[in-house]
């Protein structure tokens, strides 16, 4: 047991734990249990020994590291027992490039390549076989099985789970989307079929050979058909050198594109749930139990795991309700949309993939115009408050999740304060790193009523009068490795996420497609992040990313000359019906050239083209087009080449910001 683990059977009652119907997570300590906040105020010197021990090690092991794994021998489907390469040991070989990996296509090709044949895992019960455009997957009870590449998964007979949600021979088949930019998803079957005709019924239905079936069980097992997926958006992004090792290189083959691995194999980093995330999903259904329409937020630093556990209460509140809804306040790593905005998502299907494979049309949508909210609180939070108003007149109301980001820190924690109070949680998931500077203060209710946002100190009216109500609150431990710093950065999830979602519906790409010209005669421009001269503003989003946006008659607007399209004195908040790209300007027939994949019945409604600082990044035009490009240029990889980093935990009280 580790040494601070969490104790699932015993309960007890602390002073603060009676306060407010707040819960403690209790921890395990040399076979006592005492209440979270202790055990966390206590044990700080302890974990950062063990953080700074732990940092010691892996530096040992990066020196005797003399040579890159080398490619093993593809495994073959002929056979219904099946086998595959794995490394000796996970713990001994290096799996990720060291942390000096500078760019996205490092990494996707060191860990494409990180095999080995020294020796050969056996798949124990596992059978694979080729049918007609996919394969099918025999599973014996409780085994575990990892993916990779995008496959359509149907269950044909008993049931299997993958990422939290259960699926059967009664439910629609669900797309996964398993690359090497996260950890890979992984099928587990939860029951089997004991009915011998059943099973033997669907072997004949795909008329296997006599040899197959005379090793294949007729009972006790699972059967799960994995189909071929056509996913252009995918074809697309992986078209592009950056991104082509996505997928480990797996070729598209008459089955598909995807490979199936043993769970002992540790060639790449696989999706692993730790049995807090079981915890917080008892927890929520007993939630549920209480109130169907109850709201969880989770909240915790950069990269501890929030978007991962979200994603596993989405799928596993899917398997006992027929929709759940998802409040994303997080612009700089949406799950379902592009990056820059704030939205409100009726989820249906579970979520199999990482975000640039589910981009989906939102309930309501608010272009934020930024990655961070720093450059505009005020714009940020009342984004959050639309689009939790458009979910409070839903009638009746699902249970709503909702996502937080990463920044916790000075004006981030004082945002973190004024979200908590906009939505009014019952279940509050806190995750906790090592790190014990970087963790949040506990969020419990009596904090957050007391604590100030910074709707507080900017003349912001802010869910006033309203009383904060209780919540529950729940500590976890991160289940992050530290120096895991082999998956791709924050910026290269945001460019997959942006060109996926602009080459969803244009199947001749985003440089290809035809543009639809728009009069500017009938539309606003504005830019959210920078002040920009009217003189100046068609230049500013030419040959940029724009979201197309559907504005109030009654809002104000202006011209600056007859030749001047419609402009806006300050950043409205209004919905927003999708992202598109300015291919020109045409001044002599004052029109927009715009490519997007909106359909052409809703872009009839946008009046008003709003550039943020979401871009386009310059290696698609560098590599597409010929030559020198206007406006754009390689990207400058010198010590000091790059913009300033802006310092945003120093406080600047003369803009209204305490941190």
Not at 30 to 38: I, M, R, T
Not at 641 to 646: M, V
């Amino acid at each position: 047991m580790d040494k601070y683990a969490k104790s699932f059977s015993k309960s007890i009652e602390t002073e603060s734990s009676k306060v407010n119907n707040v819960e403690v997570i209790e921890m395990v300590k040399d076979g006592s249990v005492q209440d979270g906040a202790s055990v966390r105020n206590s044990a700080e010197k302890c974990l950062q020994d063990e953080v700074t021990e732990t940092r010691i090690q892996l530096k040992k092991r990066r020196r005797k590291r003399k040579a890159m794994f080398h490619e093993s021998p593809g495994r073959s489907v002929n056979s219904p027992r099946s086998r595959v390469e794995s490394p000796e040991s996970a713990e001994e070989n290096a799996r990720f490039p060291s942390d000096g990996a500078s760019n996205f296509d490092e990494v996707c090709n060191t860990l494409a390549d990180c095999r080995t044949a020294d020796t050969a895992a056996e798949f124990q019960f596992e059978r694979l076989i080729d049918v007609k455009e996919g394969r099918l997957l025999i599973l014996e009870s409780e085994q575990e099985v990892c993916v990779t590449g995008l496959c359509k998964m149907s269950v044909l007979c008993g049931s299997a789970g993958v990422f939290g949600y259960h699926c059967d021979p009664s439910k629609q088949p669900v797309r996964l989307f398993s690359a090497v930019s996260n950890s890979l998803l992984k099928i587990k079957c939860l029951s089997v079929e004991s009915n011998p005709s059943s099973v033997r019924s669907i072997y004949s239905k795909y008329k296997l050979a006599q040899d197959i079936l005379d090793e294949l069980p007729s009972r006790g097992v699972a059967v799960v058909k994995l189909d071929r997926l056509h996913a252009p958006h995918i074809d697309y992004l992986t078209s592009l050198n950056t991104f082509k090792q996505l997928f480990c290189g797996i070729k598209d083959g008459p089955q598909g594109m995807f490979s199936i691995e043993s769970k002992q194999s540790k060639r790449l980093p696989q999706l692993e749930l730790s049995k807090d995330y079981y915890y917080v999903l008892d927890k929520w259904k007993e939630q549920l139990s209480i109130d169907p329409a109850s709201i969880v937020i989770t909240c915790g630093g950069k990269d501890q795991g929030k978007s991962t556990l979200t994603q596993f209460l989405l799928n596993s509140t899917l398997n006992v309700l027929e929709k759940v809804c998802y409040l994303d306040c997080d612009p700089g790593q949406t799950e379902f949309t592009p990056p820059g905005s704030v939205s409100l998502h009726t989820i249906t299907t579970p979520a199999l993939g990482p975000p640039f494979t589910q981009q989906r049309e939102p309930t309501v949508w608010c272009f934020n115009g930024n990655v961070t909210p720093s450059g505009d609180p005020h714009l940020y939070l009342r984004c959050i408050s639309h689009c939790f108003r458009a979910y409070m007149q839903m009638k009746p109301r699902p249970p709503l999740v909702v996502n937080t980001m990463g920044y916790i820190t000075g004006l981030g924690l004082r945002l973190l304060i004024d979200t908590l109070k906009i939505v009014q949680p019952d279940l509050v998931i806190q995750i906790d790193s090592k790190h014990m500077d970087g963790n949040l203060p506990a969020l419990t209710a009596p904090y957050v009523s007391e604590s100030e946002g910074w709707s507080n100190h900017c003349r912001i009216k802010q869910q006033e009068n309203i009383p904060q109500k209780d919540h529950s609150l729940v500590i976890l431990d991160s289940v992050v490795k530290a120096h895991s710093s082999g998956q791709s950065r924050s910026r290269q999830h945001r460019e997959m996420a942006l060109l996926c979602y602009l080459a969803a519906g244009l199947p001749e790409g985003i440089l290809g497609a035809k543009p639809c010209m728009v009069s500017w005669s009938s539309i606003a421009i504005h830019v959210c992040h920078e002040t920009v001269p009217s003189s100046q503003i068609l230049e500013a989003i030419n040959a940029c990313v724009v979201a197309l946006c559907c504005l109030d008659d009654e809002y104000p607007r202006y011209k600056d000359g007859e030749e001047s399209p419609w402009l806006l004195k300050e950043t409205p908040v209004c919905d927003c019906v999708g992202y598109g790209f300015v291919r020109g300007v045409d001044r002599d027939k004052k029109c927009v050239c715009i490519v997007s994949p909106v359909p052409l019945s809703k872009l009839k409604s946008v009046n008003l083209l709003m550039r943020g600082n979401v871009n386009l990044s310059e290696d698609l035009f560098l590599k597409v087009f010929q030559g020198v490009v206007p406006y754009v240029d390689n990207t400058a990889t010198a010590t000091g080449g790059s913009a300033l980093r802006q310092r945003k935990r120093l406080p600047r009280i003369n803009r209204g910001r305490l941190s």
